[in-house]
């Protein structure tokens, strides 16, 4: 599936990469998902590549190249949310706190979560 030529664009912060480079190296190849859920629903979630099962209402973003590692991480939202996120450039950060879920970060004390601006900005 080719990514969406609409969507906005989706970029790392340094911390991000960093602990991106931690997953891989303890759980293999990864991938992103944020669905349109509440709560930590609206959090993008990291799995191992393919553990979560994507379908028709998930539009894939980006490939999200990553230095020091040997493929990308594929970053998937909810169709629904594209519409929402259309005119924002979407910043994977990462804070300290324990968010809920099965995002593979949980155990390290810390959380991705989703800043962003405007897109041209």
Do not use: K, N
Request: charged fraction near 20%; glycine fraction near 10%; aromatic fraction near 6%.
């Amino acid at each position: 599936m080719e990514c969406d030529p609409v969507s906005p664009a989706v970029e790392l912060t340094p911390a991000a990469a960093v602990l991106l480079r931690r997953l891989r190296a303890d759980h293999g190849p990864l991938m992103f998902h944020q669905s349109g859920g509440c709560c930590d629903g609206s959090a993008p979630m990291c799995y191992p590549a393919g553990e979560f099962r994507t379908g028709d209402a998930d539009v894939r973003l980006a490939e999200l190249a990553v230095e020091g590692m040997s493929e990308s991480v594929p970053f998937w939202m909810s169709r629904s949310q594209t519409a929402v996120w259309a005119h924002t450039r979407l910043i994977v950060d990462v804070v300290e706190g324990r968010g809920s879920g099965f995002s593979l970060e949980a155990p390290e004390g810390v959380r991705f979560l989703i800043r962003s601006r405007l897109a041209g900005g």
